[in-house]
């Protein structure tokens, strides 16, 4: 067995207790997150099967899991499946998806430049600025080892 | 199949560990796991847990980093400097075309619930 202080034991309670809220979240998360990624699994197995090439595949399966993520933020759908989920809808590509679609719908009643065209990144944007800039950083390193 | 669940499920708990348990906000925690993504695709580390559990490691966002480094570092072996450019986003374009595509025609058709 190993030893923990009281403190720590305190804590482990605390955490594994039935009414946690995040104990609950947290296995919400899991299998929601969990069930998302087998929908992935099972869409690019079906590829697959259709004879789609790797490369491919794997694009199409992103854009079928992006055009769920919208559909369901479209018909308001996904808001209420966050609200039980938590990360378990956000983490996954559809989170995405929805978080772009929900800003394209919620801004369009400040027109469809300003509002559509300006506020659609205005939540995913800093994932895809820093998403983009990171594999910058990344690549520059790896050219530098390259050429050394 | 379970490969793919568990994978999935146990990055997004990861993730809602850090919503509960921090004062990180949602935008944060998604900036975190696309740098966690890249710099484990960097070290060379995302790869096999993408051939372990393949859409449980793929459709997570930490996905989405990977994509974009595993882009940079093929084009950087194919077309030299040029590729630190064109690389990353060349490999998620069909990612980020579908959301901007697909959000754009929805939010013509749909409307804000809350007025």
Known sequence: ?148 | MIKAFVVGGLICTIGQILIDKTRLTPAKILVIFVIIGCILSALGLYEPLVNFAGAGATVPITGFGHSLVKGVINEIDREGFIGIFTGGVKATAAGISASIVFSILVSFIANSKDK
Request: charged residues 15%; glycine residues 10%.
């Open chain 1, 1 to 148: 067995m190993t030893q923990m202080s009281k403190k720590e034991y305190e804590h482990m309670v605390k955490i594994f207790s039935p009414n946690s809220p995040v104990l609950t979240n947290c296995i919400k998360a899991f299998f929601v997150g969990g069930c998302i990624c087998v929908f992935g699994e099972l869409i690019s197995k079906y590829l697959i099967y259709l004879g789609i090439s790797e490369d491919v595949k794997s694009l199409l399966t992103v854009i079928i899991l992006i055009f769920c993520g919208v559909c369901l933020t479209g018909f308001n759908i996904y808001s209420k499946f966050g609200r039980f989920a938590g990360a378990g809808s956000m983490i996954p590509i559809t989170g995405f998806a929805n978080a772009i679609a929900s800003s394209a719908i919620e801004f369009k009643k400040e027109g469809y430049i300003i509002g559509i065209g300006t506020k659609l990144f205005s939540l995913a944007g800093p994932v895809l600025a820093y998403g983009v800039f990171s594999s910058f950083v990344v690549g520059i390193i790896y050219y530098i080892s390259k050429i050394i």
